[in-house]
C-alpha cells in the first residue's frame, strides 16, 4: 500500500501563486506516475498534471498549461505543483495521486492511490 498526503493549500486572490506538495509513503518502489487532480462543488474530478517517476516527463492539461508546473523530489518522495497566475475558476479540491503499473494515465480511474485532498480557493 502507499499513502499519499497532500498540503498547501488555502485562499489566494486571482492572479497569485500557491504550490501544492504531496508525499507519497508506504510501497512507493513502485511508483510509475504520479497525477494532480482536482474536482469543484458540482462538478466530476478532472486531470491537471501528471509526471512520470523514472524520467521526469510532464503532461497537462491545456486548462493550466504554461500557468502549472508539476515535479519532483525523488529522495523526499514528494511531488509539487507549482500554480501561479490563478483564476477563480482554479478553485477546488486538489488531489495528488499514484498509479504502480505502467503505462500512461490521465483519467482518474487509471490511479489507484489517493490522498484526501486540499482546498485551493480563488477570490475574484
Known amino acids: 500500500q502507499m499513502q499519499l498526503v497532500e498540503s498547501g493549500g488555502g485562499l489566494v486572490q486571482a492572479g497569485g501563486s500557491l504550490r501544492l506538495s504531496c508525499v507519497a509513503s508506504?510501497?512507493?518502489?513502485?511508483?510509475?506516475?504520479m497525477g494532480w487532480f482536482r474536482q469543484a462543488p458540482g462538478k466530476e474530478r478532472e486531470f491537471v498534471a501528471r509526471?512520470?517517476?523514472?524520467?521526469?516527463?510532464?503532461y497537462y492539461a491545456d486548462s493550466v498549461k504554461g500557468r502549472f508546473t508539476i515535479s519532483r523530489d525523488g529522495a523526499q518522495k514528494t511531488v509539487y505543483l507549482q500554480m501561479n497566475s490563478l483564476k477563480p475558476e482554479d478553485t477546488a479540491v486538489y488531489y495528488c495521486?499514484?498509479?504502480?503499473?505502467?503505462?500512461?494515465?490521465?483519467?482518474?480511474?487509471?490511479?489507484?492511490?489517493w490522498g484526501q485532498g486540499t482546498q485551493v480557493t480563488v477570490s475574484s
Open positions: 495521486a499514484a498509479r504502480d503499473y505502467s503505462g500512461d494515465a490521465y483519467r482518474s480511474a487509471e490511479y489507484n492511490y
Open positions: 509526471i512520470r517517476w523514472t524520467d521526469g516527463s510532464t
Open positions: 508506504g510501497r512507493t518502489f513502485s511508483t510509475r506516475l
